[in-house]
């Protein structure tokens, strides 16, 4: 069974530049979340959907940050424009619907550095 | 709302001691409890799970944890480390909320086995 993919590995912008992030979920699962995970830090999700429809993004900054997730499969989140403190790992993770107990499943993750 | 507390940022062991690494969560309903594993530019894999039941569980690479409900805490073990434990650990804790599982994360333990 393949695992979540998520592209690119690694991305080096500049301040203010945009950039994009794919997450490809494990075929089958309905709930998609996407995760910021800064450097010495637990992971902090940023956005929770659940087939197309999102059911938590309280923790986004949507000045900024927006994702999406079309006909429930692959998502994207996009960053514009981004500042320094957005460097991180972006974890793309998902899960049965309902998740089983809440166990998750991650991809490699997105390494962001903003100069 | 639910939180996660892990005790010590950094954690270092003797190749072959006991590894212990600390967790204590916070939970209005009776939580699912789970410890992840991280190693370098990886994403998170799970390690174990606690649901229902015994409240010792076994996971993988030798690792187990306990589930102490007077304690609120959920401790994960080891009897004897392996240089290939080196890694970061990760406790969640998970509720339903709102119609779905939140799933809210320590800070995370950096493991070091020193040979």
Excluded at chain 1, 44 to 64: A, C, E, M
Excluded at chain 2, 45 to 60: C, D, P, S
Aim: glycine content about 8%; proline content about 5%.
């Amino acid at each position: 069974e393949a695992g979540v993919a998520q592209s690119p590995r690694y991305k080096i912008i500049e301040k203010r530049q945009s950039v994009a992030f794919w997450c490809n979920p494990i075929s089958g699962h309905a709930t998609l979340y996407w995760y910021q995970q800064i450097l010495g830090q637990g992971p902090k999700l940023l956005i929770q959907f659940q087939n197309n429809g999102v059911v938590d993004d309280s923790q986004l900054p949507k000045d900024r940050f927006s994702a999406e997730r079309l006909k429930g499969v692959d998502s994207t989140l996009k960053i514009q424009p981004a500042k320094l403190e957005d460097s991180a790992v972006y974890l793309c993770a998902s899960s049965l619907d309902p998740p089983r107990h809440g166990e998750l499943f991650f991809g490699e993750g997105s390494r962001l550095t903003v100069l | 709302a639910q939180s996660v507390t892990q005790l010590g940022s950094h954690v270092s062991v003797s190749e072959g001691a006991l590894v212990l690494l600390r967790c204590n969560y916070s939970s209005s309903v009776p939580p699912y409890l789970f410890w992840y594993v991280q190693y370098p530019n990886q994403g998170l894999q799970l390690l174990l799970k606690y649901t229902t039941g015994a409240t010792l569980v076994k996971g993988i690479n030798g690792f187990e944890a306990e589930f102490k409900k007077s304690e609120t805490s959920f401790h994960l073990t080891k009897p004897s480390a392996h240089m290939s434990d080196a890694a970061e650990y990760f406790c969640a804790v998970s509720e339903a909320s709102g119609g779905y599982q939140k799933v809210t994360f320590g800070t995370g333990t950096k493991l070091q086995v020193i040979p």
